[in-house]
C-alpha cells in the first residue's frame, strides 16, 4: 500500500477507532454466568460444605465476590466442616449481564466506571482499530509500472532510458559520510596559530624540551627563589634526573648578583640566591624558558640582530584540577627584541596579531609578572556576554632579565602569551577541558569538529 | 592574586563618594585593580556551607578586590582608599615617620642567639595613641592575615605579632627554648599550656595546624617574653592571651620574626604605615630598639624613602608617549611616588615611600607613570622590526604528515604526556628500570608519575575510552616523548614520536603496515634492505 500511495495511485486516509472487547475470560462468563452466579447456583437448599465449593473451576474467585454480595454465608460451626448457604432467593448477575451487552456492541449502555471495574478484571479490555480509507489517487490506473531507482550504463548503452521512469531522489535524508581520517581540533587552532605568527615574520622556538632546569624557568627570568610559583603545590619537580648541571658559570652568577644583591640599576630582591634551588630540574610551567635561553644565546652573538620569536608547545602545572583546568596545556608566546621597543609597540603588535583572530577591540589593563614590566592583559570585547573578557598577557621584559644576559641596554624585549586550549573551547563550545585533551575526548567530537577559522 | 574583602559602604565612606559597581569596576581597571566580585557574607556562607548556616550572617556589600601580587600597600581599606584618593589627585600621599618616644627610652627587643638554630631575624615597633573602632580592629587582623598569605609566605618567611604594650613591659626578649620548657596561656584559652602540649592542641586547629611544620621539629622553639617573664608569643605559631589587642587598646607593639630580614622589614613598614594612620599623631610610629646577640644595635621602623632619578626622555621613550617633564612628574606623584623637576635638563627626582617596596628599579617608576597616563591613552605602533619568518624543521615536517595521515583515513589523538609506571612499564611488558623514563617528585596521583617514553599507552587509553564506537578505529599521534640523556644540561631530552593504531574485529596487521609504507612513501623512503627500509621480528 505504501508504494502506492507514495506515487499517488491511491491515496489513504488514516483512521482509527476503539471499542470494548470481551477477554477470554469475559466471553466464558458471558456464556455461563459469572464466577459468584454459579457459585450460588451450586449451593442446594440444604448448603454445601466450603471444600466441596472450592473444589469447583468457579469456586475461589466466586466464593468472596458473592460473599462480598451477601448472597450467601458460611456457618463455620456446621458438623461436617464449615458450610455454605443461600441467603437470598434469587440473584441477579449483572457482571454476565454487562458483559452481554458489551459482546452485543451496545457498551455504551455502560457507564465509563463500570467499564473500568471489568477491564480491572481482566473481562475487558479497550482495542484501538486503525484503518486505511483508500481512494483514488491523482495517478491512478489499473496498471503499475516499476519505476527505476538509477541509471545504470546498459540503460545508456541500449537507449531504454528513454521509456524509463525514475523515482525522484529522497532530498530529506543524508548523503553516504565519506570514510576519512581527521584530526584533532586544538592540532587544528594551533596550525591556525602557527600560520598567523609565520605571516607576521616569527621564527619558531625550539620547545621540544619538556624538562627544564629551575635556572632557566625562574631564575634567569629574574624570578625569586621564594615566589610561591616554585613551590611544591605549582610546579612538577623531578626525581629523577633530579639536578641539572652545565650552566653557564659568568651568567649564572650575574643571575645571582642581581636576585640577591641587585646591580643593572636594581635593588634586587635582597635574599640569600642558592644555587641549590636552580639546579632542581622541574616540567616546564610555562615556554618562557625556551625564549630566556633563546634571548641568551641572541645576546651572546657578536652583533645584535632584531628577532621575532614564538612558540606553541606544552606546559605544565601541579595545580587544583577542575572543569578548566588540567595539569599539561599549551602555551601561545610570542617574543619581540628589537633597539627601541616601546609600549606602544607592544599594543600595536597586539593589536595586530588579535585582528588576525577576528578581535580588533582591546582594552589593556595594568597587571603584575614578576618577569615583565610593566605589564599588561589584555582584553577583548565579547558581543555575546557583552562584557569585556581577558584574551591573554603581556609585557615588557625586566632589565635585570635582559641585562645580566649581556643584550645591549637599548634593547626592548616585548612579549605576549595565551592559552591554546581556552580559545579552542571556546571556538567549539566545549567546557569540559577532558573532553578536549587527553584520552578521555569522544572521538565523535573530533570526527565532527568544523575547520578552524579563527577570523570568524 | 591576592584578593581583599573590603564593605562597600565603609569605602565609599573614606572615598569621600558613592560609584556605582561600573564606575567602581572602571577606576579599579585604570588602577590595575580588579572588582572581582560584589557579595555579602550571607552569600558567601551560603554558597560554601548551604543556607541554612547563613541566616543571621551579615548582607553587608562586600567588594572583592583583586591586587598585584607585588602590591603589599594595596592589601587592606585603608591602602586601598590612600592609594586611590593619591591617583585621584583627592589628596596628598601622607608623610610617615619614625619618632623617637615622648618621654624615656624606646622600647627594646634583645635578640639571643639561640635564636639562630631557628628564627634568626626579628624587628619592632610602636604604635603610640592609637584609637581602634570594631572596623579598624578587623582590618588590623585581616591585614596580617592578607600579609602572612603573601610576602610572608604562610609564615614561613615572617609571623607577625601584635601586643597591648599597656598589658607588658619591655624590655622584651626574643629567644628559643626547648619546646617542654615554654609554658603559657595562648590567646583564647583559658589555661596554660606547654610548648609541646600546644603543638598535639593545634594539630586539629583549621587555621594554625598549617604553620606547625614550621618549627615543630626543631630542638627549640622561638619565644618572646617581657621583663617578668609574660610570654608575648610563640611565633610563627600563637600569640599570649594576656597581651592580647581589644577595641580599647591605645598602645601597640608590633614585632615581627622572620628567616628573611629584608621581608620582615618590609612586612613592618607596611603595619606601621597602614595602621598609623589611627595614632593621634596620625602616620608617626615610635621607633623600637633591636639589640642583636653581637651586641649592635638598630632602631626599627626603617620606613625608608629611597630617591631615584631618570629622565623624562627615559619615561617618554619606553613607554611610546610624549609628555613634559612637569606633567610626568605630576602623574608619577599620584601613584603615591613624590616626583619633582630637578632643573637639571629633563631629570626628575622621585621619591619612593617605604609602601612602596614594589619598585626596584627605574622601570617600575615607567610603569606607574604610563598607568597615571592611562595604558588606554598611548597610541599603538607598529614595531619597524624586519624578519623572515623560519618553522623548526621537525614542526614543518609533523605539520605536513598529520594531514597525509589523515588523508589517509587516520583520526588525530591528544594524549597527556605524563602517565603512570605501569602505562610505560608493566602494561607493555616491561621494566620500568629499562624504560629510560623520567621520574617525577611529587605527583599528586598516579596519572602523573613520570613522562611518557612512548605514545602507544595514550594511544590505547583511547581506543578503550571509544570501544563503543563504529569499528574500527584507526588513530594516530604525532607528539613528543620523554627520555633520560645525560649529554644534556638538563638531563633529558624530548624524542618526536609518529605512532598508530588500529582496532577492529580482526587485528589488521597489514593496515598498520600499509600505513607504514604510505608513509615512508611519503618520506621518499624506498621499501628495500640497505638502501631504503624493511621491517623484521623483533626479539
Redesign the interface.
Known amino acids: 500500500m505504501t508504494s502506492c500511495w507514495s506515487v499517488q495511485l491511491i491515496s489513504a486516509e488514516l483512521r482509527s477507532s476503539k471499542h470494548w472487547e470481551l477477554s477470554g475470560e469475559g466471553t466464558e462468563i458471558a456464556e455461563q454466568g459469572s464466577h459468584e452466579a454459579r457459585v450460588f447456583g451450586s449451593i442446594p437448599p440444604q448448603g454445601l460444605t466450603q471444600s466441596d465449593l472450592m473444589k469447583l473451576s468457579f469456586g475461589k474467585i466466586g466464593f468472596s465476590k458473592a460473599m462480598s454480595s451477601k448472597w450467601i454465608r458460611v456457618d463455620k460451626a456446621h458438623e461436617g466442616g464449615p458450610r455454605v448457604f443461600r441467603t437470598v432467593e434469587s440473584i441477579e448477575d449483572q457482571v454476565r449481564e454487562k458483559l452481554l451487552l458489551v459482546q452485543r456492541g451496545n457498551s455504551s449502555q455502560l457507564e465509563e466506571k463500570e467499564k473500568n471495574e471489568l477491564k480491572k478484571r481482566k473481562l475487558l479490555s479497550e482495542v484501538t482499530v486503525k484503518s486505511y480509507w483508500i481512494t483514488k489517487g491523482s495517478s491512478f490506473s489499473t496498471t503499475i509500472t516499476k519505476q527505476e531507482t538509477e541509471l545504470t550504463p546498459e540503460m545508456i548503452a541500449s537507449g531504454s532510458w528513454k521509456e524509463k521512469k525514475f523515482k525522484p531522489y529522497n532530498f530529506q535524508a543524508m548523503g553516504v559520510a565519506p570514510?576519512?581520517?581527521?584530526?584533532?581540533p586544538?592540532?587544528k587552532v594551533r596550525?591556525q596559530f602557527?600560520q598567523i605568527?609565520?605571516?607576521?615574520?616569527?621564527?619558531?622556538?625550539?620547545t621540544?624540551?619538556?624538562?627544564?632546569?629551575s635556572f632557566w624557568n625562574f631564575d634567569s627570568l629574574f624570578q625569586p627563589q621564594?615566589h610561591?610559583a616554585r613551590d611544591?603545590h605549582d610546579t612538577?619537580?623531578?626525581?629523577?634526573?633530579?639536578?641539572?648541571?652545565?650552566?653557564p658559570q659568568d651568567y649564572l652568577e650575574r643571575v645571582k648578583k642581581v636576585h640577591s644583591e641587585?646591580g643593572?640599576?636594581?635593588?634586587?630582591?635582597?635574599?640569600a640566591w642558592k644555587v641549590e634551588e636552580a639546579q632542581k630540574?622541574i616540567?616546564r610551567t610555562h615556554t618562557t624558558a625556551v625564549s630566556a635561553r633563546m634571548l641568551y644565546k641572541l645576546a651572546q652573538q657578536e652583533k645584535f640582530t632584531?628577532?621575532?620569536y614564538f612558540s606553541i608547545d606544552?606546559v605544565?602545572r601541579?595545580e587544583t584540577l577542575d572543569a578548566t583546568h588540567?595539569?599539561?596545556f599549551h602555551q601561545i608566546e610570542g617574543v619581540?627584541a628589537?633597539r627601541?621597543?616601546?609600549?606602544?609597540?607592544l599594543?600595536?603588535?597586539?593589536?595586530?596579531f588579535f585582528t588576525k583572530l577576528g578581535i580588533t577591540k582591546l582594552?589593556?589593563?595594568?597587571?603584575?609578572n614578576?618577569y615583565t614590566?610593566?605589564?599588561?592583559e589584555v582584553f577583548s570585547y565579547h558581543e555575546g556576554l557583552k562584557k569585556w573578557v581577558e584574551v591573554g598577557n603581556s609585557g615588557?621584559f625586566?632589565?635585570?632579565m635582559l641585562l645580566p644576559m649581556g643584550l645591549p641596554e637599548d634593547v626592548?624585549v616585548?612579549a605576549w602569551g595565551l592559552s591554546l586550549e581556552r580559545p579552542t573551547m571556546i571556538k567549539y563550545g566545549i567546557n569540559n577541558i577532558r573532553e578536549l585533551?587527553?584520552?578521555?575526548?569522544?572521538?565523535?567530537m573530533?570526527?565532527d569538529s568544523p575547520v578552524c577559522r579563527l577570523e570568524s | 592574586m591576592p584578593t581583599v574583602g573590603v564593605k562597600r559602604d565603609l569605602l565609599f565612606t573614606a572615598l569621600g563618594r558613592t560609584y556605582t559597581d561600573e564606575e567602581f569596576d572602571e577606576l579599579c581597571?585604570e588602577?590595575?585593580l580588579?572588582l572581582d566580585e560584589i557579595t555579602s557574607e550571607k552569600e558567601i556562607i551560603s554558597r560554601e556551607q548551604g543556607g541554612s548556616k547563613a541566616s543571621g550572617a551579615s548582607d553587608v556589600i562586600l567588594y572583592k578586590i583583586d591586587v598585584?601580587?607585588?602590591?603589599y600597600d594595596l592589601l587592606c581599606l585603608e591602602g586601598l582608599v590612600r592609594g586611590l584618593q593619591v591617583f585621584m589627585n583627592k589628596m596628598e600621599a601622607p608623610r610617615y615617620r619614625r619618632v623617637r618616644p615622648v618621654s624615656g627610652e624606646p622600647q627594646r627587643l634583645v635578640i639571643t642567639k639561640e635564636t639562630a638554630a631557628v628564627r634568626p631575624h626579628a624587628v619592632a615597633a610602636v604604635l603610640r595613641n592609637i584609637t581602634f573602632t570594631q572596623e579598624r580592629y578587623d582590618s588590623f587582623i585581616e591585614l596580617q592575615d592578607k600579609l602572612h598569605q603573601n610576602v610572608c609566605?604562610k609564615r614561613s618567611?615572617v609571623a607577625i605579632g601584635t601586643h597591648d604594650l599597656d598589658t607588658i613591659s619591655g624590655p622584651f626578649t626574643y629567644t628559643a627554648k626547648p619546646p617542654g620548657e615554654i609554658s603559657f596561656k595562648p590567646l583564647n584559652q583559658t589555661k596554660e599550656y606547654t610548648a609541646t602540649q600546644l603543638m598535639s592542641l593545634y594539630k586539629t586547629d583549621s587555621h594554625l595546624k598549617h604553620f606547625l611544620h614550621i618549627i615543630e621539629d626543631k630542638p627549640v622553639y622561638p619565644v618572646i617574653y617581657d621583663s617578668n617573664g609574660v610570654v608575648l608569643s610563640m611565633p610563627p605559631i600563637i600569640n599570649g592571651d594576656h597581651s592580647k589587642i581589644s577595641l580599647e587598646t591605645k598602645n601597640v607593639f608590633i614585632e615581627c620574626t622572620a628567616t628573611?630580614v629584608?621581608?620582615a622589614k618590609i612586612v613592618l613598614d607596611m603595619m606601621v604605615t597602614m595602621f598609623s594612620e589611627y595614632c593621634a599623631q596620625p602616620f608617626t610610629v615610635e621607633e623600637a630598639e633591636v639589640v642583636y646577640p653581637d651586641g649592635k644595635t638598630c632602631k626599627y621602623p626603617e620606613l625608608a624613602y629611597?630617591k631615584e632619578k631618570l629622565s623624562s626622555e627615559f619615561i617618554n621613550?619606553?613607554?611610546?608617549?610624549n609628555e613634559s617633564t612637569e606633567t610626568l612628574a605630576r602623574l608619577l606623584t599620584k601613584m603615591c611616588l613624590r616626583s619633582e623637576v630637578t632643573g637639571a635638563g629633563d631629570e626628575i627626582e622621585v621619591e619612593i615611600p617605604p609602601t612602596r617596596s614594589d619598585v626596584?628599579?627605574?622601570?617600575?617608576i615607567?610603569?606607574d607613570a604610563?598607568?597615571a597616563f592611562g595604558?588606554?591613552n598611548?597610541?599603538?605602533?607598529?614595531?619597524l622590526?624586519?624578519?623572515?619568518?623560519?618553522?623548526?624543521p621537525?614542526?614543518k615536517l609533523t605539520?605536513l604528515l598529520?594531514?597525509e595521515?589523515?588523508?589517509?583515513?587516520?583520526?588525530?589523538?591528544?594524549?597527556?604526556?605524563?602517565c603512570s609506571k605501569e602505562d610505560i612499564a608493566d602494561k607493555l611488558g616491561k621494566k620500568i628500570s629499562e624504560t629510560r623514563a623520567?621520574?617525577?617528585?611529587?605527583?599528586?596521583t598516579a596519572?602523573?608519575q613520570v613522562?611518557r617514553t612512548t605514545l602507544l599507552p595514550?594511544?590505547l587509553?583511547?581506543v578503550?575510552?571509544?570501544r563503543k564506537?563504529p569499528l574500527p578505529?584507526?588513530?594516530?599521534e604525532i607528539s613528543?616523548v620523554?627520555l633520560?640523556d645525560e649529554t644534556?644540561?638538563?638531563?633529558?631530552?624530548?624524542s618526536?614520536r609518529f605512532c598508530a593504531v588500529y582496532y577492529n574485529k580482526s587485528p589488521g596487521f597489514e593496515v598498520i603496515h600499509g600505513l607504514l609504507d604510505r608513509t615512508m612513501q611519503l618520506l621518499e623512503e624506498k621499501s628495500a634492505r640497505g638502501d631504503g627500509y624493511h621491517i623484521q621480528a623483533a626479539e
Open positions: 570514510d576519512c581520517g581527521h584530526m584533532h586544538l592540532m596550525t602557527r605568527f609565520l605571516e607576521m615574520g616569527f621564527t619558531e622556538m625550539p621540544n624540551n619538556f624538562i627544564e632546569s621564594q610561591p611544591q612538577f619537580f623531578l626525581s629523577d634526573p633530579a639536578l641539572a648541571h652545565d650552566f641587585g643593572y640599576g636594581s635593588q634586587g630582591y635582597k635574599y630540574n616540567l632584531p628577532v621575532k606544552r605544565f601541579n588540567l595539569a599539561e619581540v628589537d627601541g621597543l616601546t609600549l606602544g609597540d599594543m600595536g603588535i597586539l593589536h595586530a582594552r589593556f589593563k595594568p597587571a603584575y614578576p614590566e610593566p605589564s599588561m615588557v625586566r632589565p635585570e626592548s616585548i585533551v587527553g584520552h578521555k575526548v569522544n572521538l565523535q573530533v570526527y | 581597571f588602577y590595575g580588579e598585584p601580587a607585588n602590591r609566605r618567611l628573611d629584608t621581608k629611597r621613550r619606553k613607554v611610546g608617549i626596584i628599579h627605574a622601570c617600575d615607567m610603569e604610563a598607568m595604558f588606554n598611548i597610541p599603538y605602533t607598529t614595531p622590526t624586519y624578519t623572515v619568518a623560519h618553522q623548526l621537525v614542526n605539520e598529520r594531514q595521515l589523515a588523508a589517509a583515513g587516520f583520526t588525530e589523538a591528544l594524549t597527556f604526556a605524563l623520567v621520574h617525577i617528585a611529587n605527583p599528586k596519572e602523573f613522562a595514550g594511544l587509553k583511547t578503550a575510552a571509544n564506537m578505529l584507526k588513530l594516530f613528543d620523554v633520560k644534556k644540561d638538563v638531563g633529558a631530552r624530548n618526536r
